[in-house]
């Protein structure tokens, strides 16, 4: 995986970790998910960054979709 796509993928694992107040964000680094699940991490990301709050089943659900996109 190129590092200007590791660095994207890392910004936006943070991104979500941040929006979602997770603590465990260091078990998910970039290098986890493959190429194929580059564009629905995109997509996870785009619709986290949108919401201002999430419910605790949103976040559990969001945390599960992040855990079934790697690999």
């Not at 941040?18 to 997509?43: C, H, P, W």
């Amino acid at each position: 995986m190129p590092s200007q796509q590791t660095e994207t993928l890392n910004k936006m694992i943070e991104d979500i970790s941040q929006k979602l107040n997770m603590l465990n964000v260091g078990v998910i680094r970039a290098e986890d998910f493959s190429d194929e699940k580059i564009e629905d991490l995109t997509y996870l990301h785009q619709m986290v960054m949108k919401k201002t709050s999430f419910s605790p089943s949103e976040m559990q659900a969001i945390a599960e979709e992040l855990a079934s996109l790697r690999k």
